[in-house]
């Protein structure tokens, strides 16, 4: 049977009309400012729902529509949009009565459980997402779909605007709308919600200093692009790469275990004499990652580059509230011969590459920031590979009052040629990984990735170094 999707509803869900102490207008940052015209990022969240048809339209999709709205007053910004006055010298989020996030909602016969496994053609999931509304004048921030699938389960998908919210802020919200949607399943009427401390976000925009007005840089380098003057177009640029959304994609999805991640860093150690060397969770499988990736691709080129995103909130001086909702990361460009990579050493050598990147944060945030422009189009030069997410979201944590999610995907980083990190649903301590390639390359990946950690046997040298 063809795949059919119907879409019953395209509606909009507005915070309700009411005081509020949270800012309704905000200023882009230096941290935001170079993500204003890239691609936005999408979440998408698989939940299991044998029940009816009915009972769904008549109470689920009410009752998330309505902590939607109660959600959105405590975070007004985002129910805006952003502009760019003629009077403003940078662009702003911009909330006025009125305004209101889009809300799809759709029917769909495919299966269920082929689109939430581990492996899926990666086209079939794309039609779960709906787009921001963006034109050269104004670009929305959030853009929300809910696909039924009769009597197996729904899909929730959830666009952002990357210069409004980085991963940490988008699952932020993400689980303040979960929280209150499980609070309010025995509470219809409810016009308010209360959120925890954890929960509750954080906007003074003031906590990010730019002593060396890195941000005026980057509007520049924005109101010249293309050799226009004053070009102060808010539509998203094209993908640079094109990414691995093709027709013929295979969405993948691995996970490295407790287990495998204990192995890596134990022959980390065994290999490495330079005790100095950053070992964490974080770094072995990203290096392990990197060295599949390029065994997979075979790239033709001699040096290859990797963009690997650090959160610093806590990095900042002073640090800043793990709840400050808007872009604090900083993208590290991760270089490596190709043939050391290639070699019977990749895993070590790629984490010996990301071990000195991780180092140069020491240095300071900004100065580090000040670079970036630079590195990344030198990296564009070599075969490119990036990582996006983090496995200290918890995106499996996401539970709207129905369960914990049966698979969590994202979507964007298809379209990227991404891998997508996050911890891993059944294992405490383990990261999944997703990906998209065709199916030559991911048919190789899936062999080198599988092989790597079953040669991992350290029954020789597992007690030499602790």
């Not at 769904?56 to 009410?62: E, G, Q, T």
């Not at 034109?135 to 039924?148: I, P």
């Not at 891998?419 to 059944?426: G, I, M, P, T």
Request: with cysteine.
């Amino acid at each position: 049977m063809a795949q059919q999707m119907k879409v019953h509803q395209v509606c909009s869900v507005a915070p309700p009309q009411q005081e509020t102490s949270t800012p309704s207008s905000l200023s882009l940052t230096f941290f935001d400012i170079p993500w204003l015209r890239s691609p936005p990022v999408e979440h998408l969240f698989f939940y299991e729902y044998p029940n009816s048809t009915s009972s769904f339209f008549d109470f689920v999709l009410p009752t998330l529509k309505h902590s939607l709205s109660l959600t959105l007053q405590h975070f007004l910004p985002l129910a805006g949009n952003i502009i760019w006055p003629h009077d403003s010298s940078k662009p702003i989020i911009n909330y006025v009565p009125g305004d209101a996030v889009s809300f799809t909602v759709a029917e769909s016969n495919a299966d269920f459980n082929h689109l939430s496994s581990n492996f899926c053609e990666g086209e079939q999931r794309h039609h779960l997402i709906s787009r921001l509304n963006t034109s050269h004048e104004r670009a929305s921030v959030l853009a929300f779909q809910v696909t039924l699938f009769p009597n197996s389960g729904f899909a929730i998908g959830i666009t952002t605007h990357h210069a409004v919210l980085d991963g940490k802020s988008s699952m932020l919200f993400i689980k303040a709308w979960a929280y209150a949607c499980s609070n309010l399943k025995d509470q219809q009427h409810s016009s308010s919600v209360s959120l925890p401390e954890n929960l509750t976000p954080f906007f003074d925009r003031s906590v990010i200093r730019d002593p060396s007005e890195m941000g005026e840089v980057y509007v520049q380098g924005l109101l010249n692009h293309g050799g226009e003057i004053n070009n102060r177009s808010l539509k998203v640029m094209e993908m640079i790469g094109g990414g691995a959304a093709r027709e013929d994609a295979v969405k993948g999805l691995f996970e490295f275990t407790p287990l495998h991640i204990q192995k890596l860093k134990q022959h980390a150690r065994f290999k490495i004499e330079n005790n100095k060397v950053h070992l964490s969770s974080f770094s072995v499988v990203c290096a392990y990652l990197l060295a599949c990736a390029v065994k997979a691709d075979q790239p033709k080129c001699n040096r290859v580059a990797c963009v690997i995103g650090i959160d610093c909130r806590h990095r900042l001086e002073p640090p800043i509230k793990a709840t400050y909702v808007g872009n604090c990361i900083v993208p590290h460009i991760v270089e490596a011969e190709t043939g050391e990579v290639l070699g019977d050493d990749g895993f070590i050598n790629a984490l010996l590459r990301i071990s000195d990147v991780l180092s140069s944060l020491e240095g300071g945030v900004v100065n580090v920031a000040e670079n970036w422009i630079s590195k990344f189009q030198s990296a564009m030069r070599y075969k490119l590979f990036s990582i996006t997410g983090s496995p200290r979201f918890d995106v499996y944590g996401v539970d709207f009052g129905w369960g914990r999610p049966k698979k969590v995907d994202m979507p964007s980083a298809d379209r990227a040629g991404s891998f997508s990190l996050s911890a891993s649903r059944d294992h405490d301590g383990g990261i999944e990984i997703g990906l998209a390639l065709n199916k030559t390359q991911m048919e190789a990946f899936a062999q080198f990735f599988a092989q790597g950690l079953k040669s991992l046997d350290l029954s020789n040298f597992t007690d030499m170094k602790k």
